[in-house]
């Protein structure tokens, strides 16, 4: 049986201050009944006073917005500070637990003991809930998005496809490698309970989420091989073809022209 490890794998550059390259130049004096610049400054006076009076007019509906903001502000602020933050904490401790089981299944060689873990991460282990919980419980956190991800895993592991599915679809992350492994265990999901359509299309999302020696050619792989079953030569050796010529160093292209002779 497979198994899914995290890899943990720039600061964007600050914004260059832009120049003001506007000059102002000291205006001459000249006759105002005459001066077009003297008109025109006339005008702003006469849109400032315009202005002037409809923020009197509407001051009430001006503070009221001002306000509004305000309270929303100071409310996001206590938020974070009194409700998010103590949930993390708590969900990280919680989560702890679940993430060392989860790496001791990854590393297991015996599969009873592998299941038996994987069932741990689920559940939870030493008084603390396992990740289908935290998940569950503190969704809308970090801690409750990687939950989501070694749910979808460890369910993948047990053979409890659609529970697998529905947790890995819930998860997101910046990281491009883990992100493509999550899309991939999807594809891996319905692969096993024989959609090779829907396999192909996350196998091959996979592939291009994020070009690398690791994810790309893994998923190419699986893309070209269900592709195959599908009766696609086509696109098989268009995957197939793509490992042999970028990335030749790979485990996927030991024997790739094996199945790129198969593929023609």
């Known amino acids: 049986m497979a198994t899914y490890n995290k890899r943990g794998y720039k600061a964007p550059k600050e914004k260059e201050e832009r120049l ?7 205006t001459p004096n000249v006759d105002a009944k005459d001066s077009v610049t003297a008109k025109a400054f006339d ?15 509407n001051q009430k ?29 708590e969900a990280t401790s919680d989560l702890f637990v679940a993430q060392q089981n989860f790496q001791l299944a990854a590393d297991a060689t015996n599969p009873k003991s592998q299941d038996s873990l994987y069932t741990l991460v689920l559940k939870g282990s030493e008084g603390k809930q396992g990740a289908v919980g ?3 419980q503190y969704a809308g956190t970090d801690s409750g998005n990687v ?27 910046k990281d491009f490698f883990l ?29 291009r989420m994020n ?3 690791f994810t790309t050619p893994r998923y190419l792989f699986k893309a070209g091989q269900t592709a195959m079953e599908l009766g696609n030569k086509a696109d098989a050796l268009k995957y197939f073809t ?23």
Not at 66 to 85: D, H, M, N, P, R
């Open 211 to 213: 070009t690398n020696e």
């Open 147 to 173: 939950a989501s991800y070694y749910a979808g895993i460890a369910n993948l592991n047990l053979k409890k496809y659609d529970v697998a599915i529905q947790y890995l679809e819930k998860f997101t992350s």
């Open 242 to 264: 793509e490992i042999k010529d970028k990335y030749e160093a790979t485990p996927e292209a030991q024997n790739i022209d094996a199945l790129i002779g198969m593929a023609q």
């Open 61 to 89: 509906y001006i503070l009221g917005a001002l306000t509004a903001i305000v309270v929303v502000t100071v409310g996001y602020l206590s938020y974070q500070k009194f409700v998010a933050e103590p949930k993390e904490e």
């Open 134 to 136: 935290i998940a569950d």
């Open 179 to 207: 992100s493509a492994i999550a899309t991939g265990a999807i594809g891996d999901a319905w692969s096993q309970k024989n959609d090779a359509k829907k396999a192909l299309e996350f196998y091959e999302k996979a592939a």
């Open 20 to 26: 003001d390259n506007n000059f102002i130049e000291d």
């Open 43 to 57: 005008t702003l006076d006469e849109s400032a006073s315009k202005i002037e009076d409809w923020v009197a007019a």
